[in-house]
């Protein structure tokens, strides 16, 4: 009886995805992360020519002030090896931001081109019942882990924000929501205290809408070669219905083993293009993770602050996340190498069969996203790199002790 329902309810899902239209769903998916990316004043997605504006500047001069108050908070603390560690864990937020940022607003064309092959795509095979599925099911995939992103970013900055509150209720002590301090504004009087206040409240809301922005961004990208290489397996479906037909159009089959073949250099073109532009971004996502989460954990442990835990959760969620875009994009490729050897190549004519063999060997070499080229970005990497965060946190602890 359980296994009946859970496939009634499965098949219902199917059906209800199928009576929709996939171009909906992906343009209430970009109209969403344009939110973001309009709060940021970096709506990269914009068809007339992009320009800076007000929310722009901001965002630069944040990032800009935001470094000299780091290397002004670490002077001025300098007694103090866990104050210094703590606001230097923050330090790489404000890195991967800048990178991010940088890469935005310098790849606008790349970017405006993706969105418009990828709407292309969707225009394409929408009126398609199994590409359609597919390709719903990609968008809502996209969407869901976006969701769940907000909620821990949300909930990680809104901890920043209930620290002044817990040390005044608790301790009776005015406390900043950062340990970072604006040079030459006194945050021990009152109105220094406002001024620093409002610019790291401000700080912290600019930094959570162009996390989610950025990252929602890479994920569209990474995670539509799901939708891509579902499509790819339902052409190879296709062409093995056309061989099992008793009058075999060779004309008909030639065409369609073409297609595949086209379509399986577009994936691999894409998937270069993504390495390509992101490996820089992912090298300093993951060092600065690294370096952050290992300084965080270990001011955490010595002074058991636990208001840092929420950052923590948000910056190890963040390298897990791409970690696994890594590992998705290898688990596409493997699919799409297993549905090329499955097809009933055997019934071609040795000219088709030569084809595609040729794009199985291909896809035998299939592209990964790396780590600046360093290393390949998978969960495999992802438990060596927390293997590395321990290794530093237990270093830092025998240093102090």
Known sequence: MDNFLRTHVRMYDEERLARLDSLDIFDE???FLRVFLDFCGADVLLMEKFRWNFRTWLCFWVLVSFSICLFYTIAYSSEDIFAIMDTLSLSGIALQGAF?????LTRVKYFQQKYMDIRAMYIRFSREP?????????CLTITYIFRFFLLVYAAGGLAYFIIPVYMLVVHQKVTLILHLELPFVDPNELTGYVITTIYQAVMIILAIAGILAADMAIMILVLHIFGIVDIFSNKLEALDRILENPIVDPELVKSKVTEICV???EIIKYEEDLDE??????FIQVMSSVSCL????FVVYMTRDWTRVMFLGATFFQLLEFCTLGTALTLK??????????TKWYLLSISDQQRLKFVLH???NAVEMTIGGLALLNMETFVAIMKTIYSYFTMLITFIE
């Open 362 to 364: 291909r896809s035998q």
């Open 29 to 31: 998916m970009i109209t």
């Open 333 to 342: 490729n493997d699919q799409a190498r297993i549905a090329l050897y499955n």
């Open 277 to 282: 532009c992101y490996h820089t971004t992912v």
């Open 294 to 297: 290992s300084m965080a954990l």
């Open 263 to 265: 379509m399986h250099r």
């Open 100 to 104: 991010k940022m940088h890469g935005a």
């Open 130 to 138: 199994n590409t359609n599925l597919s390709l719903s099911k990609c």
